[in-house]
């Protein structure tokens, strides 16, 4: 199960801090990404971590968003600065087991998802 939380309304240039509270599986093997929806648009990957902690991220976010995770307690996090209204979406948590390719933003290697979190940037 994938619990996502910290959405919320903030103003542009302001930041927040979405966390992903993962149980029923071995989190510290497996893949995790954030995911974006925004009204209209498909889903986008903008961060992934892998268990060791090896990072990537979407060009529209890089610099300004980090990702991380906390293997010891289970936990997922994305924090987000300097937002702009581009950056308003549903924020998913996402895990994947196994990705042959290695750590990557595509969302279609994503096997579990959490329910969202809205992010409003306004």
């Known amino acids: 199960q994938l619990v996502e939380s910290g959405g919320g309304l903030v103003q542009p240039g302001g930041s927040l801090r979405l966390s992903c509270a993962a149980s029923?599986?071995?989190?510290?093997?497996?893949?995790m990404s954030w995911v974006r929806q925004a009204p209209g648009k498909e889903r986008e990957g903008v961060a992934a971590?892998?268990?060791?902690?090896?990072?990537k991220y979407a060009d529209s976010v890089d610099g300004r968003f980090t990702v991380f995770r906390d293997n010891t307690k289970n936990t997922l996090g994305l924090q987000m600065n300097n937002l702009n209204p581009d950056d308003t979406a549903m924020y998913y948590c996402a895990a994947a087991l196994r990705i042959p390719s290695g750590l990557t933003l595509d969302r279609g290697k994503y096997r579990y998802w959490g329910q969202g979190t809205q992010v409003t940037v306004s």
């Open positions: 971590i892998d268990g060791d902690g090896r990072t």
């Open positions: 029923g599986f071995t989190f510290s093997t497996y893949y």
